[in-house]
Every structure is written in structure tokens, then in C-alpha cells.
């Protein structure tokens, strides 16, 4: 309830129209309810004394009601579609801004769908709600207050009859729509499962018909599917019976109204006029009751939309900047004593890291799969923090800076290249946009990704997930051009090639020689072609840097380092090799084949 | 400079979707989607008949209500005022009783019975639809790509089963209440329920107008919401790339432009909504105010009763409120007609390559592979291999080798028939591989690739998905074999950790070995690897390396590899250069001459050597 009227602060700006919209809404049920007295009045009066005389007035009095009303309804809705929109506008962008605030530890742990479903489903509610259910909610119990009284006005015994039947209306309203949020979300979630499945079977297409299994597959889809069919099937007996009930409470208060009021107008104590008009208002109060049930459950759905919302809102990003800025950055960049360890994770990945480069200088980072190569280079731009040491920059903590002098100074190509479905152009100014053609055309000359200019439109082409679709070796070439054109002074290249063919490659590092002249570099390599890039290597073996120095060097006296990048398989390097490897691996491939 | 991006198109340019069909204004259906809709209504067709009784009477017995009601005043009251007892009043009121649990046994039934014909509809729909994507080639798949087959499966199932669900129910309820009213009310007066029904012609027009520019509107809010959520899910998912480029701020820019386009999309069909809303109320208190005036004139003449009176207000009500609703719901059969135009176009693509009609068994394949005069292009009519003759002995392992677009990945599809020759043929032991039933042909030939695919479930669940019925010692055998043993043991959970979705837990390097373990597992006698070692690290391809010379060992292979350190194991190395084999030979046979192989191995050679390039030793001597 509180993170709901926390969102009320977004009504502010709408305060003049949102009381326009109260007052012409109270006008309107008063109106509504006026209608059908203007029809008793006709019977009683002109028709009951055969009066034609007094029937044009009151049929002009219905006919400008009539006209009232619908214009109230206008004005309401008209101004409403302003501000609730408003609302859940304001709100969207405050999430978004909020969320691109956040650290990747954040984004790391939730799922873009979660997200998505708040920004999207949840601010719908929220706006339904406060929007529409609200008003409804005050309005309505306000019209079923007022027909009420007026029913008990007109003849009490049959107002207390029609008020008695709304309770078990209400009640059961309300415990149907409880019972069917459940069974939808359990809808929905099935449905989740279900489309897992879906993407699974699409995006791994290859792999199903490389092994002939789409049959395996259809059955675990059609177990889905037949899971959801079953649910649904519940959901809809649900509503069934509900609906059932829904109509049948007021139709059977309507007999028996017609049989006490005729009894009544037969002993005289009840006139044929007030009876129609009875039955006319009592239809009127058929709709606003079982809305009552549903509208109170969409009260209940908000404030856990709201809940949801200001779950995120509320979470603090706890990387922020400093206020440092580097005049005149050289990028000599210090990693030390850094320690790294993920949230709950009982090991660091990283720890006791000294590591220096020195402005113009590269530095090759080699390492096995998942000794925190890509980690280590995540902390110079922030994107994760040290848990103990710290990172410096020209002598400054990157803590101590602010983001943006950090991150303007620091850019990295990473090796699973994100691409944004937007223009080649756009994608490369990532980091840049005030770049010129001319500079944009370096840096793909640089990154050999000249076969931009090929694509249809070239680059205004859309690329990315809903534009052209291209190869990982295209993908890691333009997240390279990307990173250059920011003209960074730390360059981070994380395994940024390991895609491309042997020819591009030897392009691209001849073309890379000349940027990492002017920038710190940071090589994450796999290959002995990539480490030639940098002046020195930094062996990670454990979470540390185990060993620093030249290519060679490390070739000669290092066995780890040379069992991570000798490729060579002379046969006696490959026994000397069979051997490092067993002892590092302590792996027995043997014996165990057929 | 802000002014100067903002204006810039950030969004690039696309070839327009094929499949995002004109929306029709009108609900009629193409001939395809009315095809498909009677096929799956087929089965129902005697539940439909039962089901239209159903809710004829079911909106009898509620249109009787007010009619009674009538009947009550005019009839069961003036005896009552002349002092003669209720008789004829309590007959009226078991009757209105009696229709109104007629009305609740027949909503109830018609409730339930529409559920089950439009669920069993959906689920007929999902297992068709599903089935067909697994049937269709790769090639379709290729052009299709994954996110529009999930959106096939997902949204505009969605679509279909949501108008099933809210609208269809409504739509019939509203057609036959519109249609009963207006007999009804010409029934009782035919001089009063002209002057009811005069503004009908109105009230069609003025819904036309409406729905044209709902369906305007709504294809509006559907384009921009799209956007929202395709830049919210990109740049969540991508947001390492924004926070490391600074992307936040241009990014909040484009965010907040796409979020008012929506707003304004929603902003215009909300309006249209409050124009039409009063609008239908204004059309219906016209009539009540025209009914009174008129009716009330005829009741002073005594022409009509004052019961015929209440009962039109009363009818007059249920009248004009389904308008309203049908109009909420138009979208929603919209969406629904243009969800089944796609699903019906998805249905009646037929798949490239064809099951055989009298599939040739093959027991116990030794795996000999033959190219006799194949030609192949792709869809466009680019050829990517002219003519190709080529016969792999059983048992052999053979390296290709060439540029990118020389043709060798086609060359391995072919193998596995993930393509047909547009000329030619494949054969396998002899047989045509057109002829070969798919199952069986899987089983011989597997084709493993760079994209190794990982589904939810555990690590064991992945590797046996090669071979369903393999023990857990095969499957740890396996893993072995390929060197996935060692990192799989020291997984949380072992082989029965759960690989997160698409093998998100593991990194790119164990996702390929366990590939390959599923593709060991399998035992084919044609195994293809087409870049398969491309993504593991030095140490990573050397371990497979090792086992693949026993893996490889009296098995028929084709392998595709940049790095030629693949091609040690090789018995024989074809080079390929434009969909042509340019050199054929043993791999020592070729470096030995000074063909391509000699000079792109001897490439590879220096690019792998440990000698640095001269200027490194120039720079100054870092310090460790």
C-alpha cells in the first residue's frame, strides 16, 4: 500500500484535470441516477392523467440529461487518457534512468524479462489502477450508496431486498477474482515454461536436427502445452460458475421485486410509475456491484505491481563517482594489491594483483579459462569494484574519479560483442556521438571492418537482433571500431579477435599497432598472434599474476605459460607438452575410449 | 550537440519483415487463414451445433426477462387492483424465475463448452504450429530466425486464444442480444420500436468511423510499444557495453522518445475511446428520451401499455452496451485475424527437404560419402558450388580447407542434408540421402558446429541428448573421451548441474566440449565438425585435439578449421576455393609441394611461432 501511494507524487503535475475529472465524474452518477426518475415522472404524471401536455417538457429534460451525461463522460475520459498516460510515462523513464544507474553485479543477477515485466506489465496495472480503479472504486461506491438510498426512498421493503442481495454479489466477487489472478499466474507461468521450450527449439534448431531429435523435443512441448490446456481448462470452469452467478442473483432479486412491488401496487401502496423506475435503477446497480469484486483485486494487483516497481527504484547502485576528474590523462594505470571476490562467493576470484602499465605501453593478460582474465580488466572501467586493493589511473583511485572521466578514458572491446539493433553508425558512436566521418572511417579502417559499406544501406544499415544479422567475426570488428573511435586512453582488447580468420587477424593487429602507440593497452589473449601485440605478458595462474615479462622469456622459462600458447604439435614438443599437460591437469584421457 | 544526435536517425535502416501482414481493416479473413480455421474447427463441428442451440436459448431466457417483466405489470397487476388475487402474477413470476435458471444452466454450459472447443483449438494450433517449425529445413529456419518462430508460438497464440477467451464469448452475445432486442422491441410495438431502432443506421456508421481509426490507432500503439521494449531488453542486457562507453545518457534520450511515442500512440486510441464511448451513450439516451416522449405519447392514447413502456426502457439498455463492448474487443479480433494469417503462412510453407516416400533402410552404415555432379546455390541464385565430384572412402578423416565462402560449410551441410543438391547427388554407402528416412540419416551423420547449443537441464541431459537411451557410465565415458570429464567432476553438482539457459553457467569452451561430448556420445559413422574447436583457448583445443584422434579413429569425418592445427589429424586435406577443391591430398603430401596448403600452413606456422616481431625488443624493457 505504501509503494503505491509513493506513485501518487507522479499525479502532481495533473492536479487541475484530475479534479475536473472527480467533479464531472460525481455529475455524472448523479445524472445516471436522475434518468430513469424523469421516465417515473412520465408515467405517473402525463400518462397516469393523460396529460400530453406536460410530456414534451420532460421528454427535453431526459434528452438534455441525456446529452449532459455523455459530454461528462467525454471530458473524464479525454483528460484522464492525459494523465494517467502522463503517469506511467514519468514512471518508465525514471525506471530506466534508475536501472542504467545500477552496477552489472545488479544486472548481472536479474533477468532482462524481470525487469521488462516491470516496466511494462507492472506500470500498466499500476496505471489502470490509479487511473481508472480508484476513481471507479470512490464513484461507485458512491452510485450503489445513492441508488440505494433513493430505492429505499421509493419503497423500503424492495430497497432492503435489492441491498441484500449485493452482499453475497460482493463477497463472492472477490473471492472469485482472488482465486483467478492465482490460476492466471499459474496460466502464465506454464506458459513461461511453455516458451522457453519454444526458444530452445528454435535457437538450437542445428543441434536438434544435427542429432535427429526434434520428436524428443515435440514431446516436451506438447507435455507444456497440454499442461497449459489442463490450467486453462480450470480457469475457465472458474468463470463459468462466476459469470453463472453474476447474472443469476440479479435476475432472481428482479422477480422477486416484481412480485412484492406488484403486490404492493396492487394494495395500493406503491405506484405503477415507481415501480418501473425501481426496476430500471436496480438494473443500474447490477454492473457497479460486481465490479465492486473486481475492482477491489485490482487494488490488490497494484500494490504488488507497486511493490515490484520500488523493489528496483529502491535498490542504491553502489558503484557511484567520485568527484575527480584527470587533467590531461596519461593513462598509467596501477592495478594494486587488488582483490576480487563475486557477492557470496567464498573464494575471490582474484587476489593480490600488482600490475602496472605504463602510458603507450601493452600488456598482455594470459590466463586458462576462467582465471578471471575478463574480471581483471572489468575493474578499470568500474564496471565491477575491487573488493580489496584498489585500481589507479595517472595516480588517481578510479574510485575517486567521476564515472564519466572514468569511462571516457577507459574503453574496452569485449569478446561477445553486444550490438544494438540500431544503425552501424549508432553502434559505433556507442561511446562517441559527436564523432566525424572521417573519424568514424579510421576506426573502421582500423578494425578492418570495411564491409560496413557493403551492407545495403551501409552505415545507416540496422544491424543487431531486428536488422541484418552478421557473423562473429564481422560482430568482434566493429565492437573494436567502437572501442577505438572512443579514442580511449586505456584500451582494454578482451580476446577481441578470437573469431576472426587467420588473414583478418593479421590485418586487424598490423592496423592495432599503431592505436595501442598512443593508448595504455590491455590484450586479453588466448594466441601467441594476439600476445605479439603487447610489450609484455602477465601470466594469471591461481587469481594471480603469477609471472610478468617478454613472450619469449615466458616461452622459455615458463611450462604454463607455454602449455596455454604453444600450438605446435612437432612430436617431441607434443610429449613434453602430454607431460605439462598431465601435471597440470592431472587428466587421464586414456583407456576410456569404446 | 544533444539537439544535433537527437534528430540524427538512430534506428537505421531494415528490409521490411515478410511476414508482417497488412492489417485488414475489415475482419474478413484471407483464403488461407479461413482454410486453416476450418480445418481446426473440423473436428467440433457437432459441439458447435450444440453450442449455438445453447446460447440461443441461453439469450432467449435473459431477452425474456424484461418481456415478462412487462407481462407482470400489464397483466399480473390490474387484476390484482381489482381485487382478484395474484394467480396470474405468481404464474408470471415462476416464469421469470424459471428463464432466469434456464439463462444460468445455459450460460454455464455454453461458458464451458466454448472454453473447451477454443482451448482444444489452441492446443491443436501449438502442436501443429510446433511440429511444422521442426519440420521445416534449415534453410527456412535460416531466413526465419528463432525470434519470429517464438513470436509465431508465443503472441500470436496468445492473440487467437485471447479473442478465444474474452471475445468470441462476447461477439456472440452481443450479435444475438443486438438481433433479439430489435425483434423483440418490433414485436411489442412495432411503432415504438421503429423510433427505437432509427438511430441504428447512425450508431453502424458511427462505429464504422470508429473502427477504422482504432485499427489505425492500435497498429500505432503495437509499433511503438515494440520499440520500447526492444531498446529496454537491449540495452539491459547490453548494459556493460553502455556503462563502459558512457551510452546512458543517449540512451535515456532515445528511451524517453520512444516512451512518448507511446504515450501519444496511447494517448490517441484512449481518446478515440472517449469520443466513442459517450458517443454510443449519447446515441442511446437520445433514443430513451425519443422513446419517452413518442411512447409516452401513445400510452396517454392508450395505444401501448405502460408495461410495453418499461420493458423498452428496459431493453433499450441492454441495447447499446454490447456496441461498446464489441468495439473494446475489435482489436482484439483484429490481432487475432493477423495472428492467424501469419500462423496459416508459417503452415503452408513446405519444408526444402523432403521425408522420402519409401524410405531405404541402411544397417549398420560404414559411412563411404560420394559427391556425384552436385551443384548447389543458395536462394538467391548464387552458386556456391558449381560442380562437385568427390568420393570420402569409409573410415576416412579429411580436412577442409580455404578461405571464408569457399564453400566448405555448404560442402558439410550437404553432407548431413541440411540442404538438397540443386543438381546432383549425395550418396551415403550408395544410397541418395534423398532417400534415406530422416532418422535414419541422423543417426550416421552428425554435424556438430561453432553454435553449440545447450538446453535447460543438466550437464548429463545435454550430453545424452545425442543418444536418449545412453547409461550414465556412456555418458561419463563420453565426456572423458573429449576431455570434459576434469571440469564437469569439479562442477557444484557434477554431471547433474543444471546448465543455466543456453548453457549460461558454463563458458564458451566447456559449452563445445560438452558439444562434443553429445556428438562422441552419438556414435555416427559420418561425423562433421565445422569450426567446431574455433572457440576454445589453446589448452582447450589441444585436449580435444588429443581425443579426437581417437574419436576420429575408423570414423568417416569432415572437419572445418581455421587454425590447421585441426589438420594433423587429417588423412587427407581438400583445399577449397570458390566451391572448387583445388588441391586433394595427405596433409604432409601438400606441404611438401608449394601449393596453397604449403603457404597457408606455413602461415599458420609463423603465426603461431614464438619468435616475437624485431621492434619489441627495441621498446624499453618493461618492469615485472
Not at chain 1, 489442463?230 to 462466476?242: I, N, P, Q
Not at chain 1, 531486428?466 to 565492437?479: D, K, P, T, W, Y
Not at chain 2, 517464438?150 to 500470436?156: K, N, Y
Not at chain 2, 444475438?176 to 453502424?204: K, N
Request: glycine share 8%; net charge negative.
Amino acid at each position: 500500500m505504501r509503494s503505491l501511494w509513493r506513485m501518487k507524487s507522479y499525479l502532481r503535475p495533473y492536479a487541475v484535470p484530475l479534479t475536473v475529472i472527480w467533479v464531472t465524474s460525481l455529475a455524472g452518477i448523479g445524472i445516471t441516477i436522475t434518468i430513469p426518475l424523469v421516465g417515473r415522472e412520465i408515467i405517473d404524471g402525463p400518462v397516469a392523467r393523460g396529460d400530453t401536455g406536460a410530456l414534451l417538457p420532460l421528454a427535453l429534460l431526459a434528452l438534455v440529461l441525456g446529452t449532459i451525461e455523455a459530454v461528462l463522460v467525454l471530458v473524464r475520459r479525454w483528460l484522464l487518457a492525459n494523465a494517467v498516460l502522463g503517469l506511467e510515462t514519468a514512471i518508465r523513464d525514471d525506471l530506466y534512468r534508475h536501472l542504467q544507474r545500477l552496477p552489472m553485479s545488479f544486472h548481472g543477477a536479474w533477468q532482462s524479462g524481470q525487469l521488462l515485466s516491470r516496466v511494462t506489465t507492472d506500470l500498466s496495472v499500476i496505471r489502470r489502477f490509479l487511473g481508472f480503479g480508484m476513481l471507479f472504486l470512490v464513484l461507485i461506491t458512491l452510485q450503489i450508496a445513492v441508488v440505494t438510498v433513493l430505492l429505499f426512498q421509493l419503497y423500503w421493503p424492495l430497497g432492503l431486498l435489492v441491498a441484500a442481495s449485493a452482499v453475497p454479489i460482493v463477497a463472492v466477487s472477490m473471492r472469485f477474482e482472488r482465486g483467478y489472478i492465482a490460476i492466471s499466474r499459474r496460466v502464465q507461468d506454464e506458459q513461461g515454461d511453455l516458451a522457453t521450450v519454444v526458444e530452445e527449439s528454435a535457437g538450437g534448431i542445428r543441434t536438434i536436427k544435427a542429432f535427429g531429435r526434434g520428436g524428443h523435443v515435440f514431446a516436451t512441448f506438447d507435455d507444456g502445452a497440454r499442461k497449459v490446456y489442463r490450467t486453462s481448462m480450470e480457469k475457465v470452469g472458474l468463470s463459468a460458475r462466476f459469470f453463472t452467478f453474476l447474472e443469476v442473483i440479479p435476475n432472481v432479486t428482479l422477480a422477486a421485486v416484481l412480485l412484492l412491488g406488484a403486490l404492493a401496487v396492487g394494495s395500493g401502496s406503491l405506484s405503477l410509475g415507481t415501480l418501473v423506475a425501481f426496476t430500471t435503477l436496480m438494473l443500474q446497480l447490477v454492473w457497479p456491484i460486481s465490479s465492486l469484486g473486481f475492482i477491489l483485486a485490482m487494488g490488490q494487483e497494484a500494490m504488488t505491481a507497486a511493490d515490484r516497481v520500488t523493489e528496483v527504484l529502491d535498490t542504491e547502485p553502489d558503484i557511484v563517482g567520485g568527484r575527480g576528474v584527470v587533467e590531461d590523462p596519461r593513462g598509467h594505470l596501477r592495478f594494486e594489491g587488488v582483490e576480487f571476490r563475486f557477492p557470496g562467493a567464498a573464494e575471490p576470484v582474484l587476489r593480490d594483483v600488482w600490475l602496472e602499465v605504463r602510458p603507450g605501453e601493452t600488456v598482455a593478460v594470459v590466463g586458462a579459462t576462467g582465471s578471471g582474465k575478463t574480471t581483471l580488466t572489468s575493474l578499470v572501467p568500474r564496471l565491477h569494484d575491487v573488493t580489496a586493493g584498489r585500481v589507479t589511473i595517472d595516480g588517481h583511485d578510479v574510485r575517486d574519479l567521476s564515472l564519466p572521466a572514468l569511462r571516457s578514458m577507459v574503453a574496452t572491446a569485449f569478446e561477445e560483442p553486444t550490438l544494438f539493433s540500431m544503425s552501424v553508425r549508432e553502434n559505433l558512436t556507442l561511446g562517441r556521438p559527436d564523432a566525424t566521418d572521417e573519424e568514424v572511417e579510421a576506426a573502421i579502417e582500423v578494425a578492418q571492418a570495411g564491409f560496413v559499406h557493403r551492407l545495403p544501406w551501409g552505415l545507416e544499415t540496422r544491424i543487431g537482433e531486428q536488422g541484418m544479422s552478421l557473423s562473429g567475426g564481422q560482430r568482434q570488428r566493429l565492437a573494436l571500431a567502437r572501442a577505438v573511435l572512443s579514442r580511449p586512453k586505456v584500451l582494454v582488447l578482451d580476446d577481441t579477435l578470437s573469431a576472426l580468420d587467420v588473414e583478418t587477424e593479421a590485418l586487424v593487429e598490423e592496423a592495432l599497432r599503431h592505436v595501442l602507440r598512443d593508448a595504455t593497452g590491455i590484450v586479453v589473449a588466448h594466441r601467441a598472434s594476439t600476445v605479439l601485440l603487447a610489450d609484455r605478458v602477465a601470466l594469471l595462474l591461481d587469481g594471480t599474476i603469477a609471472h610478468v615479462g617478454r613472450h619469449h622469456e615466458l616461452m622459455a622459462t615458463v611450462p604454463e605459460y607455454r602449455a596455454l600458447l604453444s600450438a605446435h604439435l612437432d612430436d617431441d614438443l607434443d610429449d613434453d607438452l602430454d607431460d605439462d599437460l598431465d601435471d597440470l591437469d592431472g587428466l587421464d584421457t586414456e583407456g576410456v575410449l569404446r | 550537440m544533444s539537439g544535433q544526435t537527437t534528430t540524427r536517425d538512430w534506428r537505421g535502416v531494415a528490409a521490411e519483415k515478410q511476414d508482417e501482414v497488412p492489417e485488414q481493416e475489415s475482419l474478413i479473413l484471407r483464403d488461407r487463414s479461413r482454410r486453416l480455421l476450418n480445418d481446426l474447427l473440423r473436428p467440433y463441428r457437432s459441439q458447435i451445433i450444440l453450442l449455438v442451440a445453447v446460447i440461443v436459448i441461453c439469450n432467449a431466457a435473459s431477452l425474456s426477462i424484461p418481456f415478462l417483466v412487462k407481462v407482470g405489470i400489464d397483466t399480473g397487476i390490474p387484476p390484482m387492483q381489482a381485487g382478484r388475487g395474484p394467480g396470474a402474477l405468481l404464474v408470471i413470476v415462476a416464469a421469470v424465475l424459471a428463464a432466469a435458471v434456464t439463462q444460468a444452466v445455459t450460460r454455464q454450459a455454453f461458458l464451458r463448452m466454448a472454453g473447451r472447443i477454443g482451448q482444444g483449438i489452441i492446443l491443436e494450433l501449438r502442436r501443429r504450429v510446433f511440429r511444422h517449425f521442426q519440420r521445416l529445413s534449415l534453410s527456412f529456419h535460416e531466413d526465419y530466425t528463432s525470434g519470429r518462430v517464438v513470436s509465431r508460438l508465443t503472441s500470436d497464440i496468445d492473440a487467437i486464444s485471447e479473442m478465444l477467451q474474452s471475445g468470441f464469448d462476447s461477439l456472440v452475445t452481443a450479435v444475438l442480444t443486438l438481433t433479439g432486442t430489435a425483434v423483440l422491441l418490433l414485436v411489442l410495438d412495432v411503432h415504438l420500436g421503429l423510433v427505437a431502432l432509427l438511430p441504428l443506421p447512425v450508431l453502424l456508421l458511427f462505429t464504422r468511423w470508429f473502427r477504422r481509426q482504432s485499427s489505425i490507432a492500435y497498429r500505432r500503439t503495437r509499433e511503438t510499444v515494440a520499440l520500447v521494449i526492444v531498446h529496454f531488453v537491449e540495452s539491459m542486457t547490453g548494459m556493460r557495453a553502455v556503462q563502459a562507453f558512457r551510452g546512458e545518457e543517449r540512451n535515456q534520450e532515445i528511451f524517453s522518445r520512444l516512451n512518448a511515442d507511446y504515450r501519444d500512440a496511447n494517448v490517441r486510441s484512449m481518446r478515440l475511446i472517449a469520443v466513442f464511448m459517450p458517443g454510443v451513450k449519447l446515441i442511446g439516451n437520445v433514443t430513451i428520451a425519443a422513446v419517452l416522449f413518442y411512447g409516452g405519447w401513445l400510452a396517454v392514447g392508450g395505444e401501448v401499455t405502460v408495461g410495453v413502456l418499461a420493458a423498452f426502457l428496459l431493453y433499450l439498455r441492454q441495447f447499446y452496451e454490447p456496441m461498446q463492448e464489441i468495439s473494446q474487443f475489435y482489436n482484439t479480433f483484429q490481432s487475432a485475424g493477423a495472428a492467424l494469417e501469419k500462423l496459416s503462412g508459417v503452415l503452408e510453407e513446405r519444408p526444402a527437404v523432403a521425408e522420402p516416400r519409401d524410405p531405404v533402410p541402411l544397417e549398420r552404415p560404414r559411412g563411404q560419402v560420394r559427391f556425384e555432379g552436385v551443384e548447389f546455390s543458395y536462394l538467391d541464385g548464387t552458386p556456391v558450388l558449381p560442380r562437385l565430384d568427390l568420393t570420402v572412402p569409409a573410415g576416412q578423416v579429411v580436412a577442409l580447407v580455404g578461405a571464408t565462402g569457399a564453400g566448405k560449410t555448404t560442402l558439410a551441410k550437404l553432407v548431413a542434408r541440411f540442404y538438397d543438391p540443386v543438381s546432383g547427388r549425395v550418396l551415403l554407402d550408395g544410397t541418395d540421402l534423398r532417400d534415406l528416412a530422416e532418422d535414419t540419416l541422423r543417426e550416421a551423420v552428425v554435424l556438430v558446429t561453432q553454435e553449440n547449443y545447450l538446453f535447460t537441464g543438466s550437464v548429463a541431459d545435454n550430453i545424452r541428448f545425442g543418444r536418449p537411451d545412453a547409461t550414465m557410465a556412456e555418458v561419463v565415458a563420453a565426456a572423458r573421451a573429449v576431455g570434459a570429464h576434469e571440469f564437469v567432476s569439479a562442477l557444484p553438482e557434477g554431471y547433474d548441474t543444471q546448465v543455466g539457459k543456453q548453457g549460461g553457467r558454463l563458458s564458451a569452451g566447456q559449452r563445445q566440449l560438452v558439444a562434443f561430448a553429445r556428438a562422441f556420445l552419438a556414435d555416427p559413422a559420418v561425423l562433421i565438425l565445422d569450426e567446431a574447436t574455433s572457440s576454445l583457448d589453446v589448452p582447450g583445443e589441444r585436449l580435444v585435439q588429443r581425443a579426437m584422434r581417437t574419436i576420429l579413429a575408423g570414423r568417416t569425418s569432415l572437419i572445418i578449421a581455421h587454425r590447421l592445427s585441426t589438420v594433423e589429424v587429417a588423412d587427407r586435406v581438400l583445399v577449397m576455393d570458390g566451391g572448387r577443391i583445388v588441391e586433394d591430398g595427405p596433409p604432409d603430401l601438400l606441404i611438401a609441394r608449394s601449393g596453397r596448403f604449403a603457404s597457408l600452413h606455413r602461415a599458420w606456422l609463423d603465426s603461431i611461432s614464438a619468435q616475437g616481431p624485431g621492434d619489441v625488443a627495441e621498446r624499453p624493457q618493461a618492469r615485472g
